[in-house]
Structures are given as structure tokens and as C-alpha cells.
């Protein structure tokens, strides 16, 4: 997704020669939508990038030249929303302030303020934001690394990977239904045998996996995703 998926273009009106003028809305329904969990046919990945480059830029436009789009309501929804999609990631994000006062607020008591304010600001939201990025451009290689396996039907079966020694040795157990076994090596990779979507495994849906399969319990998503992490040298998170 792109920071531009979260507006529409609405009518409002036409001009004197009869043009139709347009304006952008803020997607407000989208943006609930993502933060109560993922879409449909979207990776919270791909949401992520967008909607956390649609976050920064507005932040920074209310830190030098006042030239933000969203109001301090929808800013808090963006910020609610984006926190949310990298908490289901496992990439942690958690700014002092929830809106644009409050950025304004913050800035002012770090001393962000006057002479120079401008390029502290911006410098400040880049190391806010850096983490997050580097995080999911990684993310974004883990996910590529995956093996999939899909059936005659199309729908995919099974995913294997993160194989820490030997390949594994794969072999078709059920011709029909496209169904496929490990005969060697099993133990040096993870096989995700939960039903996927059209979008695939978030990497949220990997740790929630991972922590019943390892009887976690209340362990939260950071430490559940660092788990992975460690125990199978997947890059990413936590460093």
C-alpha cells in the first residue's frame, strides 16, 4: 500500500466554467478497519509501509511548514492504527505523543523549539521512524524466503521454511490433493500448518503460531517474534 491509499477524491462542486472540483478525503473507515486487524488480500506488511510513510510525512509537514492534511483526530487514528499493524508484526513503535499537540507539546519540552527547531524535528521523526522501516525492509526478505506449497485446487497447503541445517527432503504424499511430507531433515526447518489466506502468512499470524506451539502462554508478541527469531535464525527483529 501507498500513504496515497488512505484518500479518496470527493466531489464538491463546479467551478464557473462548469468544471467539477474535487478534493481528498481521509480514509477514516480504512484506517479502523487495519488497526482491528488485517485486510483482506493485504499483507499488514504492506499496510504498514504505507500508512507508517503517510504518518511521518504528516508529522514532519506539522513540524516545519504546517502543511499537514489530517486533522488532530485523524492523526490519532493513523498513529492508533499504525501501532497496532507492527504490533501484530512484532516491530515495536511507540511514540510520546498521540497527535499533532501533542508532537507540538513534545517538541517544545525537548527543545526542539526555535533556531534549528526545523531540522531537529525532522531528525527526530527520522530516528522515530527509521527502526520501523528498516524493520519491515527486512520483514519484507523473511516473507520472500518462504516455501510454499499449494494443491491441484490452487489453495495453499502448507509452508516450509527457516531450515537452520539440512534441506529438508520433500516428497508428494497425495498426488489429488497436491498434499507434500518432509522425509529427512524435518527437524532443521518449521512447517506453518495453519490455513492461510489469499494474502498468505502475516508475520503476526507467525508468532501467534509459534507461541502455542512452543506453549508460550501470555508471552507478548515481542518476545514471542524475538523467540523465533533467536531459536531459528530468522533476520528482522531485535536487533
Known amino acids: 500500500m501507498r500513504a496515497s491509499d488512505f484518500f479518496r477524491t470527493i466531489s464538491t462542486g463546479t467551478g464557473g466554467w462548469g468544471e467539477p472540483l ?3 478525503a481521509f480514509e477514516m473507515e480504512l484506517v479502523e478497519r487495519l488497526r482491528k486487524g488485517p485486510l ?16 511521518h510525512s504528516e508529522l514532519e509537514h506539522c513540524g516545519t511548514d ?26 515495536p513503535f511507540n511514540p510520546p505523543f498521540r497527535d499533532f499537540r501533542g508532537f507540538h507539546g513534545y517538541w517544545s519540552a525537548q527543545g526542539m523549539g526555535g533556531g534549528g ?25 523473511a516473507e520472500g524466503e518462504g516455501l510454499g506449497f499449494r494443491g491441484v485446487d490452487g ?10 541445517g539440512f534441506k529438508p527432503e520433500i516428497v508428494m504424499s497425495q498426488v489429488i490433493d497436491g498434499a507434500i511430507e ?5 527437524e532443521s526447518c518449521l512447517v506453518y500448518d495453519r490455513p492461510l489466506t ?17 506453549d508460550m502462554g501470555d508471552v507478548d508478541d515481542r518476545a514471542a ?3 523465533v527469531r533467536a531459536t531459528q535464525g530468522i533476520p528482522g527483529l531485535g536487533r
Open 22 to 24: 474535487t478534493a481528498s
Open 40 to 55: 483482506e488480500g493485504t499483507l499488514d506488511s504492506a499496510a504498514a509501509e504505507g500508512l507508517s510513510t503517510l504518518v
Open 66 to 91: 504546517s502543511g499537514q492534511r489530517l486533522d488532530d483526530e485523524e492523526i490519532a487514528a493513523a498513529v492508533r492504527s499504525l501501532k497496532a499493524i507492527l504490533r501484530r508484526l512484532g516491530i
Open 117 to 141: 527547531g526545523w531540522a531537529a524535528r525532522r531528525g527526530y521523526l527520522n530516528t522515530l521512524f527509521s527502526p520501523v522501516w528498516l524493520a519491515l525492509d527486512e520483514l519484507e526478505s
Open 155 to 164: 489453495a495453499p497447503k502448507n509452508i516450509i521454511f527457516a531450515s537452520t
Open 182 to 186: 518432509i522425509v529427512k531433515h524435518e
Open 198 to 214: 489469499e494474502s498468505g502468512m502475516t508475520w503476526g499470524q507467525l508468532v501467534d503460531w509459534w507461541r502455542d506451539r512452543n
Open 225 to 227: 517474534a524475538l523467540s
